[in-house]
C-alpha cells in the first residue's frame, strides 16, 4: 500500500481477518481522493466494528440496517458517535459502488413513484431535477393519502383540495402553482394506468402575474459589504469570496460557477470561458485585473489541495476530504452563510439575488435588454424582464412635476 497509515493502523490491517476487504476499501478512499490522514482513520473504525458485521474471510454483502446496528452502538461521547457514523455513511457508499449492499424493501409510495419516473423519463423526457420536484410533491401527496395497501382508489377531490389548501399555508402562490401542476400531471397519468378511478386533475391554480412582485435586487452597497466582509485568512473564504465575487460581478448562475475549470480561466488574454448550461451555448468574458489578482491568490492561498497538486481539474472544491468539486446547492449555502455573518437582513434569500442585482446594475448603466440577455443566458426577452422588475428610484428620475396650485379663481 502506498498510503501513508499509522504502524498501528498497519498492524491493525495486517493481523485482521478481513485484510482483504481493508485494503480494497483503502484502495477505493484512495480513487474518491480521500486524504491519507481520513483514510488513516475511517480503516481504524471500520476494523473496529467489523467483528459485529461478518466472521468469514469472504467479502461481506451487507444491509443498510446491518450497518446502522454495527456503527450506532459507538455512542458516547457524542463527537464518538458522529465520527463513527461518518465512516459508516463512506462505507455504505463503498458497498453501493461494488454491488455489495443489499436494497431495502422499496415502501408502497416508492412503489408508485418508481413507474411515474419512468413514464416522466421516457414519455415526457424531463430532466433530473425536474422529475426530481415532481416526486417531491407525489411523496408529500403519498405519505398522507396512500393506503397500508398502497392503493389510491379512495383518493377524492376533497382530499386534493385539503392537500392544497394546508400546502398553500406553507409556500407561496407561486410555488404553490407548480406543485398543483405536479399534481395535475401525476394524477392524469394515474387515471390512465388505473390506479384511480375518475379523473381528478381537474384542479384549480392559484393567479400569478408577471412583474408582481417587487424587485428581487439588493442594494449594490449592500452587495460590497457583503464581499468585505468575508474573512479570507482561511481557504472557505477565500473560495466563497471567489465565489460570490462571480455571481456578483458577471452574473453567473451557481451551476455555471462550479463548472468551472481551472482551464476555463486564459490568465493571458484575460478571459474567462462559461458554458450556459440553460442556452447550451459557450460565453466568453472578460475579466478585470482584480477579478484574476483574486483568482490567483485563491489559487495560491485558498484552493484545497493548492493550485496545481489536486487530482481535480474543477476550480472550486469542496473544503473537507473528499475533496470533490462543489455542488451547486452549496453555492446557496454560502451565500446565507456570509449574508448572516456580515448582518445583512436578506440573508434568508436566494443566491439569485446578486443575478438580479448584476442585471440592474447594467440596465441602470444604459447597457440594453438584448445585450443583458446574452450575458444572462437567456432565450427570450420576457426571461430578461424577470430580472428587471419595478425600480422606485428609476421612475423617480423620470416623473414628471406636479403643478404647484396657487390661490385664486380659474376660469
Not at 413513484?113 to 423519463?121: A, E, H, K, M
Request: one cysteine or more; aromatic letters at 8%; glycine letters at 6%.
Amino acid at each position: 500500500m502506498s498510503i501513508d497509515l499509522r504502524p498501528s493502523t498497519r498492524r491493525m490491517v495486517k493481523e485482521s481477518p478481513a485484510e482483504n476487504e481493508a485494503i480494497a476499501f483503502i484502495e477505493w478512499l484512495r480513487t474518491e481522493r480521500y486524504t491519507d490522514y481520513t483514510i488513516d482513520c475511517h480503516i481504524r473504525r471500520l476494523l473496529f466494528v467489523m467483528p459485529r458485521l461478518w466472521s468469514g474471510s469472504s467479502p461481506p454483502i451487507l444491509r443498510e440496517a446491518d450497518l446502522l446496528a454495527a456503527f450506532g452502538r459507538e455512542r458516547h461521547p457524542r463527537t464518538r458517535f458522529h465520527h463513527f457514523a461518518g465512516t459508516r455513511r463512506v462505507y455504505t457508499r463503498y458497498l453501493r459502488a461494488q454491488g455489495r449492499l443489499v436494497p431495502e424493501p422499496a415502501s408502497p409510495s416508492e412503489v408508485l413513484i418508481l413507474p411515474y419516473d419512468q413514464y416522466l423519463t421516457e414519455v415526457r423526457g424531463l430532466s433530473v431535477s425536474t422529475r426530481r420536484h415532481h416526486k417531491n410533491t407525489l411523496r408529500g401527496l403519498l405519505a398522507r393519502f396512500l393506503s397500508p395497501r398502497g392503493s389510491l382508489r379512495k383518493l377524492s377531490r376533497d382530499d386534493l383540495e385539503s392537500f392544497i389548501l394546508e400546502r398553500s399555508r406553507k409556500i407561496s402562490r407561486h410555488s404553490l402553482q407548480h406543485e398543483i401542476a405536479h399534481l395535475r400531471a401525476f394524477l392524469r397519468y394515474a387515471y390512465d394506468v388505473g390506479l384511480v378511478h375518475k379523473r381528478l386533475d381537474g384542479l384549480d391554480m392559484p393567479r400569478t402575474y408577471r412583474d408582481e412582485l417587487p424587485p428581487r435586487a439588493l442594494p449594490w452597497p449592500s452587495v460590497l459589504q457583503l464581499l468585505r466582509s468575508i474573512d479570507c485568512t482561511s481557504r472557505g473564504g477565500w473560495r466563497d469570496l471567489c465565489v460570490l465575487h462571480l455571481i456578483a460581478f458577471y452574473g453567473l448562475r451557481p451551476n455555471e460557477v462550479v463548472a468551472l475549470r481551472l482551464d476555463s480561466i486564459d490568465w493571458e488574454q484575460g478571459l474567462l470561458h462559461v458554458y450556459q448550461s440553460k442556452t447550451r451555448s459557450p460565453l466568453t468574458l472578460p475579466l478585470d485585473a482584480r477579478t484574476l489578482q483574486l483568482l490567483r491568490d485563491y489559487l495560491d492561498h485558498g484552493r484545497a489541495g493548492g493550485a496545481s497538486t489536486s487530482a481535480s481539474a474543477m476550480l472550486f472544491l469542496r473544503l473537507r476530504c473528499p475533496y470533490i468539486p462543489l455542488e451547486r446547492t452549496a453555492v446557496g449555502d454560502i451565500f446565507r452563510k456570509r449574508m448572516r455573518e456580515a448582518g445583512l437582513p436578506d440573508c434568508a434569500k436566494h443566491v439569485y439575488r446578486l443575478r438580479h442585482t448584476f442585471a440592474m446594475r447594467l440596465l441602470s448603466r444604459g447597457v440594453g435588454m438584448k445585450a443583458i440577455g446574452d450575458v444572462l443566458g437567456h432565450h427570450s426577452f420576457f426571461g430578461t424582464s424577470a430580472y428587471l422588475r419595478l425600480d422606485v428610484a428609476m421612475l423617480r428620475s423620470v416623473a414628471l412635476p406636479v403643478p404647484s396650485v396657487t390661490g385664486g379663481s380659474h376660469e
